[in-house]
């Protein structure tokens, strides 16, 4: 047993409900293409769990799924369309939108994809111009 806190959040209907628990391993805005064309919004708030943190706790047949590659598995719901979270199998972690949790005290840490970004954000965070190198990528940063 552990004292971590859980919270709640849904789909923009409520067909589905989900929890998070404990501490994310990251958090932070993704400008990427991928997150740009899917979300049709100009970045992604994300916050990344261990999967074993995040239980769908209501309408997990509700869930539809999307995989354009092996990396991304994105979920939404199929009653309002609404984005829930991305499952990341080769990176070990699920992505569940900051937007998709509004109890959590999301803080952002880090910028990813900052090469492609379409809204620049002078917030003196870090900005990487793809991925941080324990997630795969360059590692290397990019100025505001
Ligand atoms: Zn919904
Ligand atoms: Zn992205």
């Known amino acids: 047993m552990s004292n971590e806190k859980t919270y ?3 789909c923009f209907c409520g067909s589905v409900q989900l929890t998070v628990t404990g501490a994310p391993v990251g958090a932070g805005y993704c400008h990427c293409d991928s997150c740009r ?12 769990w261990q999967p074993g943190a995040v239980k769908v706790t ?5 869930i539809g799924t999307y995989n354009k590659t092996v990396h991304s598995y994105r979920k939404w719901c199929k009653t309002c369309g609404g ?5 990341h199998p080769g990176m070990g972690v699920t992505d569940v939108y900051a937007a998709t ?7 952002a840490g880090v910028h990813v994809h900052y090469q492609e970004t ?3 954000m002078k917030d003196g965070l870090p900005k990487m ?5 324990e997630m795969g990528g360059s590692g290397i940063t990019i100025a505001e």
């Open 8 to 10: 709640k959040g849904g």
């Open 37 to 48: 064309s899917w979300s049709a919004g100009p970045v992604n708030a994300f916050t990344l």
């Open 58 to 62: 209501k309408g997990a047949d509700n």
């Open 83 to 87: 984005h829930l979270f991305t499952e």
């Open 101 to 107: 949790i509004p109890e959590f005290p999301y803080q």
């Open 118 to 120: 379409r809204l620049p």
């Open 129 to 133: 111009r793809d991925l941080p190198k």
